[in-house]
């Protein structure tokens, strides 16, 4: 798949990459963090962009720390990630808004800005305002 995605310029995505090894059953035999490893390799072996997505809707450090490491590594092939999603934006979000923001900061290289804090904020209401409004326009279709 890797080498078809590269023929064409493409960019692989991959998601669950806030989700560590430890937090599934042994009985389950899924390696969240392994198959990340094999996508990881596979996709530079053939030299195709990585994106990365969480899965899941989490605010905690573990998962902050692993989506840290899955988009810049331990190592020397930093930068794994060209970019990253993060999904399911909501009520948890903003009820976590500070662990979120110290995340964002971290995953920007540590810059702390009040202005880069307040303009986020301010993209992120008008996305929930665009929302409203799809949401109300497709009610009255």
Sequence with gaps: MAQVIAE???????TCVEMRD?????????SPQGLLQQV?????RYGVPLAGENA???????AFDRIAESAFGRTARAGRLEQ??????GDLMFDNWDAFCAFLQRM????????QQ????????????????????????
């Design 40 to 44: 990881l390799q596979c996709a530079e």
């Design 84 to 89: 990253l999603t993060f999904l399911r934006m």
């Design 56 to 62: 899941l809707q989490r605010y905690d450090e573990h």
């Design 108 to 115: 920007r290289g540590n810059r702390s800005d009040v202005e």
């Design 22 to 30: 430890c937090e599934h059953p042994p009985e389950g035999r899924c």
């Design 8 to 14: 064409f310029n493409g960019c692989l995505s991959f």
């Design 118 to 141: 307040q303009q986020l904020l301010l993209l992120l209401l008008l996305l929930l305002l665009l929302l409203v409004l799809v949401l109300l326009l497709l009610l009255l279709l």
